[in-house]
């Protein structure tokens, strides 16, 4: 069964580095999006993307984030700046109808 | 304003118990509805969803959910749990003209043999 997949599993970065994490959608699917999970809170939406565009975001996705399809595969997100705050889990998630199907995700700690 | 409310933060049953998860929206019109599983270290897994037609889905590993319109609620129920159902179960939910799933808070879910 076809199924998102999310690398790296685990980053460690320092405070102001750039980050990108990388996603490979489910092939066949044309929504793509972006979640984050802070430790013991809930499920955060960051970011949806369709047609090589950005269709809607959060208040989280300030400019520090970008959202990329750099080829016909992979669908990243990029912090640009990161701060100790960005430490979370981030899960892409890629739809079908209305239905999202979820990668592992990325654990991402900020020191 | 739009929200998943999941009472319950932590729930411990005895292996081969039944189990009631619950899950409450609050959404202008009747949104699409989700419970995702997610075990330790791992992804969100879905378990079953409700756009409408026959309020009881069923769903995998044995999970079924009923949705009750009345109640704005999606309980998600096992009749006999197992120690591998050990995980947080997340309830989901999107609606109108955005497809931004907005999630509950999760329940942990622990067995006690």
């Known amino acids: 069964e076809p199924e998102v997949t999310q690398t ?41 993307f369709y047609n090589n565009e950005i269709s809607e975001k959060s208040e989280i996705f300030d400019d520090q984030f970008s959202v990329e399809r750099p080829d016909g595969s992979n669908f990243t997100l990029k912090i640009r700046s990161t701060k100790l705050e960005d430490s979370a889990m981030y899960f892409c998630a890629s739809r079908q109808k209305e239905t999202q199907y979820f990668g592992p995700g990325t654990r991402l700690l900020v020191l | 304003a739009q929200s998943v409310t999941q009472p319950d933060i932590h729930i411990t049953v005895s292996e081969g118990a039944s189990l009631e998860l619950r899950c409450n929206y609050s959404y202008g019109a009747t949104p699409y509805l989700f419970w995702y599983v997610q075990s330790p270290g791992q992804g969100l897994q879905l378990l079953l969803k409700y756009f409408s037609g026959d309020t009881l889905v069923q769903g995998i590993k044995g999970f079924e959910a009923e949705f009750k319109r009345s109640q704005s ?27 931004k799933l907005i999630f509950g808070t999760g329940t942990l879910l622990a067995i006690q043999p």
């Open chain 1, 8 to 48: 790296p599993s685990h980053q460690v970065t320092q405070m102001g580095q750039e980050v990108i994490l990388r996603c490979v959608p489910i092939s066949n699917h044309l929504y793509f999006y972006w979640y984050r999970q802070i430790l013991g809170q809930k499920v955060e939406f960051l970011v949806s």
């Open chain 2, 73 to 99: 609620s999606f309980n998600l129920r096992k009749p006999s749990v197992h120690w591998s159902d050990a995980a947080e179960y997340f309830c989901a939910a999107h609606g109108g003209a955005t497809n």
